[in-house]
């Protein structure tokens, strides 16, 4: 992975590398699927780049989202995208034990100061979304660090949230913080409840697809 020599910035990181670690081995225990290092440094900076140089606009379910946006991405850095994930399938559909498909366009999406998404599932059992089948599992890529104070690239609270990780615990009883990090892909059950906690500072980028099964 492209990292600077300083990577990471000293408190900065809210996160040491072992806690970290020992996030993602109870998230991966509980279902979770998981990818440090998917995109590299570099790759998430061009794509903050490119994010900030293109027009915006809100996302369509404004219910669910404040301040937050979806960025206009060039088809050529959209496919490049979509290709990677494609690249990660047969892991996807090994852990989901699903054939599943990216069908649905991906969603290059920032959350500035104050920006959050209020608690919700991706889809309702049984229930097919017209033209992609049945919408499965959630797949997000992170281009930011969320860290103790935000800068280039890091940005202050946002953290996902996701609940109803403990068979026969429901209502939000119980839910676990996923620390974003530039890079890391996470993809979990659409039927899954979760939400990004309030942005305090700075800017967080990321990418989000749905994997969808069935037929169309």
Known sequence: MERPRDWPPKNEDMYSETSRNAVY?????????????????????????????????????????RNAWHHSISPETNSKIRGRINAAMPRLREHFGKEL?????????????????????????????PGFGLRTAACIIYLSTEAARADEGFHQGGSLMLYDLIPGHEEQLYGLALPA????????????????????????YSIMSFLSSGKV
């Not at 440094?41 to 794509?47: D, G, H, K, Y």
């Not at 599932?121 to 229930?127: A, L, N, P």
């Open 181 to 204: 990090q530039a890079g890391l892909l996470v993809s979990f059950s659409c039927g899954l409840n979760h939400e990004v906690r309030p942005v305090v500072s700075g800017v967080r």
């Open 25 to 65: 081995a109870v998230l991966k225990k509980l279902g979770i699927f998981l990818v440090p290092d998917f995109l590299s440094f570099a790759e998430c900076a061009a794509l903050r780049r490119w994010m900030d140089a293109v027009p915006k606009k809100h996302p369509p379910t404004r219910s669910l989202y």
């Open 101 to 129: 498909e990216l069908r649905e366009p991906s969603a290059f999406c920032t959350y500035g100061p104050g920006g959050c998404l209020s608690a919700h599932k991706d889809s309702i059992e049984g229930v097919e979304c």
